[in-house]
């Protein structure tokens, strides 16, 4: 089927039949059936879907003002809550590593997938997971099922236990990489917020070096996000500063 703004131009077409048998259709074709829209200016101006469907009128970052309820909760519930259980940080490095290439609603509507298939984010459990394991993984329409980035949680899970048998916790470890605190960013918009910072390239390399996977600067400063080592609320959303006060 061609699409275009103007007529088809087909000597074959009879358009005196087409007026004869349609006009009833176009004359209501042309008619303006829009419904009157008695919001005000400033109503107007923000997403319509918030009117439709969203009785919060709180101002959110606006990569979490969407329509899916799911996104939502994240962004207003878990995103820049500084976590510090290590099953928790556990199981954001998989997910993080999982999103490459996708998008992170993706990811979250298979949580739960993840949660199943990876033994609760337990990262003992997991680092006991053999070939059998692996093609069980990849056969799993729960998650994403990619050979690299299945071995890569694999991995991940045995590098936590490395890290424990060198006396230092994942927790402690990645907290080390921003003081034990976190950074409090104050971005105006999502353009004033960065891909990766030197932070977090630190924090990929040592990553890398002890053999965990799919722990590119990107990944790891998407993980600080996530887990809350830098608060990256924009400055206007309500969590800005409630995300300070959880932590």
């Not at 008619?31 to 109503?43: G, I, K, Q």
Request: charged letters at 25%; a negative charge; aromatic letters at 8%.
């Amino acid at each position: 089927m061609a699409l275009g703004n103007g007529p088809v131009n087909d000597p074959a077409i009879d358009t005196r039949g087409l007026r004869k048998a349609y006009g009833p259709v176009l004359a209501l074709a042309s008619l303006d059936l829009r419904v009157p829209d008695d919001r005000s200016a400033e109503a107007r101006s923000e997403p319509y879907h918030r009117h439709m469907t969203d009785p919060d009128p709180r101002p959110r970052c606006a990569w979490g003002d969407q329509p899916d309820e799911l996104y939502r909760a994240y962004h207003d519930l878990e995103w820049g809550v500084p976590v510090r259980d290590e099953r928790h940080l556990f199981e954001l490095l998989i997910l993080e590593g999982a999103q490459a290439g996708l998008s992170w609603s993706t990811i979250l509507h298979k949580r739960d997938g993840y949660r199943r298939a990876f033994a609760g984010f337990d990262p003992d459990a997991v680092a006991r997971f053999g070939p059998a394991d692996i093609d069980r993984l990849l056969a799993d329409v729960g998650i994403v099922r990619n050979r690299a980035k299945v071995a890569a949680a694999v991995d991940n899970a045995r590098g936590v236990l490395a890290l424990r048998e060198a006396g230092i916790t994942l927790v402690d470890h990645l907290w080390s990489f921003v003081g034990g605190s976190p950074i409090v960013n104050r971005p105006g918009s999502t353009g004033d917020i960065p891909a990766k910072t030197d932070v977090s390239k630190a924090m990929s390399r040592d990553l890398r070096q002890r053999g965990f996977g799919f722990v590119g600067p990107m990944i790891c400063y998407a993980l600080m996000q996530s887990a809350g080592l830098v608060n990256d609320h924009e400055l206007a959303c309500f969590r800005w500063a409630e995300v300070q006060r959880e932590g």
